[in-house]
């Protein structure tokens, strides 16, 4: 009978072997993984850095067109220091404004030009074949021309038209593309439809970074419509005028003295208006009591819609300008510069958020003003443009100087015009459209729409 059969058993060599061969192949899938994970990681933070940087440089592309934007807004403002003098006054001109150096030229008008505007063509039919370009004016941000210079490369300047901004403002189903766009301070309409409106420009600025990367902006500006008084001198409440007995020194006169507006009343008053003594006043009517100012007209509303553009009068002549318990004070004050000759001013748009007594031989000014509060005005006063009172207005001429203003005045409350004191002083007011024109066009132009075209 056979023996129990002997269990064999691996050599110790043969299972060390095995083993090895095993553990060898386990530290190579390890090393494998470990080599692919090294590569992803260093390829994933290679591509979030491009990705990091791409986006840092869309940002600083997006910053720096917007840079162009602003400065052509600035310079689209008639008394800017550097204003553009030049500017479309037909829907095929166009102005550029360029960011150019000898190392890196400009000329968006060439199709060869790395910096050509392609966007024209898709905005003006016909494109550049059809335009007239005129003369290019170069970039005067600080650090224009160096290598710290903001890389905005051009800024477009247009008229806007419905067909360039794809816009029926006229709802009547036809884009134009020959007649302009205005804007009258509530809506927008073809120039022909509202010939009194104020051009609406098209500001189209191209950016390109070291990287290349490129970002094209576009916002529509205007000014703001200036205000059409109803009333040469205007008062919610009651007037009283007052002259000398034995001559005429007070004059009010609502008659344009540009000739551009009709002609208003030479003083109107919600409740009487009261005179006394010799005075020369005019206008269509020249006196209008009893009259209805509407919404638009009334003090506080013109104040509210104005002063958030304002410089506060405290800054404006720091000088001659001082708060004393809890008004304001000047003294012989310049609250802009007067035009004269071949000068043509600077208007100032100024605010006094509290009442304010001018007085002084030589108080002078150019704008719009805006007293919060009541205003009074004596001995010598020369000003030319809009001045508004939301309390009462009081004007006493003295012995040291006359008062003159062209433009228009209007209070809330009560008016007190005086001119009784002697016969070597006058007041003489006079509506000019035109001045208060001019103090509007002072103002920052406003942005109605922004857009990005590409990026």
């Known amino acids: 009978m056979p023996g129990p059969r002997k269990r064999e058993t691996p050599q110790p060599a043969e299972c060390f072997d095995s083993q090895s061969g095993i553990a060898l192949l386990l530290v190579l899938l390890i090393i494998l993984s470990l080599t692919a994970f090294s590569v992803s990681l260093v390829l994933f ?5 491009q990705l990091t940087g791409t986006m ?3 940002s600083q ?8 934007l602003e400065e052509a807004r600035g310079r689209l403002n008639p008394f800017a220091a550097d204003a553009l003098v030049t500017l479309p006054q037909q829907v095929n001109q166009v102005l550029y404004l360029v960011n150019s150096s000898s190392n890196d030229p400009v000329n968006p008008t060439n199709s060869s030009s790395s910096y050509y505007d392609y966007e024209y063509a898709r905005e003006f039919s016909g494109g550049f074949g059809g335009a007239q370009v005129l003369p290019s004016v170069a970039s005067d941000q600080p650090g224009a021309g160096t290598s710290y210079v903001i890389p905005y490369k051009w800024v477009r300047v247009t008229l806007k038209t419905e067909y360039a901004s794809k816009t029926d403002v006229n709802q009547d189903g036809i884009l134009n593309s020959s007649t302009p766009v205005n804007w009258d301070g509530t809506h927008q309409d073809l120039a022909t439809n509202m010939p009194n409106g104020l051009p609406v420009y098209m500001v189209t600025a191209l950016a390109v970074e070291p990287n290349g990367i490129r970002n094209m902006e576009q916002e529509e500006v205007v000014g703001t419509p200036p205000l059409v008084p109803d009333t040469g001198v205007g008062t919610v ?24 507006q009709p002609n208003l009343p030479g003083i109107a008053a919600g409740s009487a208006i009261t005179t006394s003594g010799l005075m020369n006043i005019q206008g269509s009517p020249p006196e209008q009591p009893s ?19 304002a410089v506060p009068i405290l800054n404006a002549d720091p000088t001659h300008v001082a708060s004393v318990g809890g008004s304001f004070a000047g003294n012989n004050v310049v609250l802009g510069q007067l035009p004269g000759g071949s000068n043509p001013g600077q208007p100032a748009v100024i605010y006094a958020n509290q009442s304010l007594a001018i007085s002084g031989p030589t108080s ?44 228009s005045l209007t209070s809330f409350g009560s008016l007190s015009i005086n001119s009784s004191a002697s016969p070597s002083t006058s007041v003489r007011i006079h509506y000019d459209s035109c001045a208060i024109a001019n103090a509007f066009k002072s103002l920052p132009l406003g942005i109605r729409s922004f857009k990005q075209l590409s990026f």
């Open 61 to 68: 592309a997006y910053y720096a067109a917007l840079a162009g």
């Open 45 to 49: 933070t290679q591509s979030g850095s």
């Open 291 to 309: 009259f209805s100012f509407p919404p638009s007209q009334m003090a506080p509303n013109i104040i509210q819609g104005l002063f958030p553009q």
């Open 56 to 58: 840092a440089s869309r």
């Open 364 to 407: 002078s000014g150019y704008g719009i003003l805006l007293v919060n509060g009541n205003l009074s005005i004596t001995d010598g006063f020369l000003y030319e443009g809009l001045i508004v009172a939301s309390g009462t207005l009081t004007i006493t001429a003295s012995s040291a100087g006359h008062i003159r203003i062209h433009g």
């Open 237 to 260: 409440g009651s007037a009283s005028l007052t002259g000398l007995s034995g001559s005429t020194n007070l004059t009010l006169n609502g008659d344009d003295y540009c000739g551009s």
